[in-house]
């Protein structure tokens, strides 16, 4: 069974204070690794797809990286507009499309 | 293009009623996904459809719940009866059904069951 787990769970940062979300996954053969953001009362938020092991992809002051076992997501000099719970997901290579998605990491950046 | 659109935004209604929750999904995007949302649970996949066609509904609670595709821009989720454990947040997704795989969410559908 496809898991994944995301560390930790609550966050708080001060703005320009840099950190790092952490998602674990175990899965039969990975086909995509997908970080969302949510903010809250709307849908998540696609931000990146991660596709093999030491990749990395940056969007303003988010870079996702994936190894073989786990993803992070760093962020450089927060601003209080990134508070956001962020969710990682998975799709396995056995799935057509299914997301095995974590419990999140709510974050929040205080000015 | 305006998105996944779901509707209705918010509903709350009584133990025992029929629900119905509706989703058009993006243009061009073959494949449709139902998820509810929980504190306790988090993001579930209900059933997914792709070109219309269910694939998926292992993840239907049961049998209250049942879900459709009558053509490629529209959706429904049905819940009859419903019960207060029912109350949830449910969106809709939808992706190209190939690469690149991530999909895309709606606003969601906060349903209340009273």
């Known amino acids: 069974e496809d898991q994944v787990t995301q560390s930790p769970e609550a966050l708080r940062l001060q703005e320009g204070e840099s950190s790092s979300l952490n998602c674990s996954y175990t899965v039969s053969g990975l086909r995509g690794l997908f970080w969302y953001r949510q903010d809250p009362g709307k849908g998540p938020e696609f931000l990146f797809t991660l596709y093999s092991a030491g990749e990395e992809k940056e969007k303003e002051r988010l870079k996702a990286t994936l190894t073989k076992k786990e993803s992070f997501l760093h962020i450089t000099a927060p601003k209080p507009e990134d508070s956001a719970t962020y969710l990682c997901?998975?799709?396995?290579?056995?799935?057509?499309?299914?997301?095995?998605f974590g419990s999140g990491t709510q974050l929040t950046v205080l000015p | 293009d305006a998105g996944v659109i779901q509707s209705p935004r918010h509903e709350v209604t009584e133990m025992g009623q029929e629900v119905t929750l509706r989703c058009k999904p993006i243009?061009?995007?073959?494949?449709l996904f139902w998820y509810r949302q929980t504190m306790m649970r988090g993001l579930e996949l209900l059933i997914y459809?792709?070109?219309?066609?269910?694939?998926?509904d292992s993840g239907m609670p049961e049998d209250r719940f049942s879900a459709k595709m009558p053509n490629a821009s529209f959706s429904t989720l049905k819940i009859q009866p419903s019960e207060p454990r029912d109350s949830a947040v449910y969106f809709c997704a939808s992706n190209l059904g190939g690469v690149p795989y991530e999909q895309y969410f709606g606003p969601g559908t906060r349903l209340t069951v009273t």
């Open positions: 243009s061009g995007h073959n494949s």
């Open positions: 459809f792709n070109n219309n066609v269910p694939i998926d």
């Open positions: 997901a998975v799709q396995a290579s056995g799935s057509a499309r299914q997301l095995t």
